[in-house]
């Protein structure tokens, strides 16, 4: 079922929503990301994604996608189609100005403090669009992700997978979008 997502938010306090348009975002990463688990195999993933991004684009005139990258989530591969990606940059950017810093009674760590794939989850309101916006930045060289790996754990041990579903260890590497000037 690579291409369901059932979002549930998490966060009972409303007032976090107000000081960044999360339908706006997740409505971004939703026409420009999609998630695969790492168990499909490549070729797959690749047919799936550029299929994916086609009926996305067809409604709108627009043809299939040009340029597909990919991002390893730990747990999730993310197809990010980046010719639409860095047609939303600016938009993007600014939505994320207005990244908050508590959700209901939750610190979440500014995006420049190395926030992890649980304060976006947070923030956005389920895992899918936290996956989605880990990718996206990295396509728009807003970030790097981190994974337990560059934490010195060996992908897929007990330990790895504990450092990536409970530790924090999916995150970024800050957020500077000056990064993503394309030079």
């Given at each position: 079922?690579?291409?369901?997502v059932?979002?549930?938010w ?7 929503r107000?000081s ?5 975002l ?15 195999p490549?070729s797959e ?15 709108l ?18 197809a990010?189609?980046s010719?639409?990606a860095?047609?939303?940059r600016?938009e993007?950017?600014d939505l994320l ?7 209901g ?11 992890t794939l649980q304060?976006?989850?947070e923030?956005?309101g389920?895992q899918?669009?936290?996956?989605g ?21 060996t ?7 504990t ?5 924090g260890y999916?995150?970024t590497?800050?957020y500077?979008p000056?990064?993503?000037q394309v030079?």
């Amino acid at each position: 079922m690579w291409g369901v997502v059932h979002k549930v938010w998490l966060a009972s306090d409303e007032a976090w929503r107000s000081s960044v348009n999360t339908t706006q975002l997740c409505d971004i990463i939703g026409s420009t990301t999609v998630a695969f688990e790492t168990t499909i195999p490549e070729s797959e993933r690749d047919e799936k994604a550029n299929e994916h991004f086609t009926r996305l684009r067809e409604p709108l005139g627009l043809s299939a996608p040009t340029e597909i990258s990919w991002a390893y989530c730990y747990f999730r591969q993310v197809a990010v189609d980046s010719h639409r990606a860095y047609a939303m940059r600016d938009e993007v950017i600014d939505l994320l100005e207005g990244w908050p810093t508590t959700v209901g009674e939750r610190a979440i760590r500014p995006l420049n403090d190395l926030p992890t794939l649980q304060d976006m989850t947070e923030v956005l309101g389920n895992q899918a669009d936290a996956y989605g916006l880990l990718a996206l930045g990295q396509t728009l060289r807003f970030w790097e992700i981190n994974t337990p790996e560059t934490y010195g754990y060996t992908a897929g041990t007990p330990s790895a997978d504990t450092a990536a579903s409970k530790g924090g260890y999916v995150r970024t590497n800050g957020y500077t979008p000056t990064n993503s000037q394309v030079g």
